[in-house]
Structures are given as C-alpha cells and as structure tokens.
C-alpha cells in the first residue's frame, strides 16, 4: 500500500523557516516525480515545487523561486521542502503527491498519490 506521509508543519513567524518532510512507503519511487502543493483556506490546491526523485531535478512555482527548496534523500525514501522568509499568504494545508510522469508537471491531475497534509500557519 502507497503511503506518502507528511510532517514538520506548524506556526512560525513571518520571515521564519520551516522545513517540511514526506516520507514515501509501499513502492519505488525511483521513476517518480514527487511535488508539493498546498491549499489554503477558501483557495485551490495550488503547485508549490517538485522534485524528480532520480538525479534530482527541481520545478518552482514563481512564487516561491529563490526562498523553497525541494530536495530529496534517496536511502530514508524521503524528500523535503525547505521553506525560508515564510508570509502570512502562505499559511495553508501543504500536501506530498508523487506522479509517474518523467517530467515535473504543476498541475494536480497529474498526480497519483497523495498524502494527507500538513498545517502550516505563519503568523503576521
């Protein structure tokens, strides 16, 4: 059974930093793209960042260019999204979802499995 399992949610300051863990279980991901989307309150789940789990190559959103980075570490079957210099706007539910295309995609059709979220508040 396919488990994405986020962590590493919480409150932090505005201008703070947070790094955000997804751990992946019951199959090999080694052909995947795994990304992180997030959706807050009365919005659309929107793309954040992804990572291609084999050599690593990294896709952002405009938003978040230069203050996340998504990485991944291949022996904990884990990939991570460092957040700095966080604003109030993106407070949301921030999800895992991992996607066989070969090609990071920003789009949620594009993903098979889902994790079931992690909270992140930054607060003004």
């Known amino acids: 059974q396919v488990q994405l399992v986020e962590s590493g949610g919480g409150l932090v300051q505005a201008g703070g930093s947070l790094r955000l863990s997804c751990a992946a279980s019951g199959r090999s991901f080694s052909g995947y793209v795994m990304g992180w989307f997030r959706r807050a309150p009365g919005k659309e789940r929107e793309f954040v960042a992804a990572?291609?789990?084999?050599?690593?190559?990294?896709y952002y959103a405009d938003s978040v260019k230069g203050r996340f980075t998504a990485s991944r570490d291949n022996a904990k079957n884990t990939v991570y999204l460092q957040m700095n210099s966080l604003k109030p706007e993106e407070t949301a539910v921030y999800y895992c979802?991992?996607?066989?295309?070969?090609?990071?995609?920003?789009?949620?059709?594009?993903?098979?499995?889902w994790g079931q979220g992690t909270q992140v508040t930054v607060s003004s």
């Open positions: 990572v291609r789990w084999s050599g690593g190559l990294t």
């Open positions: 979802a991992a996607s066989r295309l070969v090609v990071p995609e920003p789009e949620v059709p594009f993903y098979d499995y």
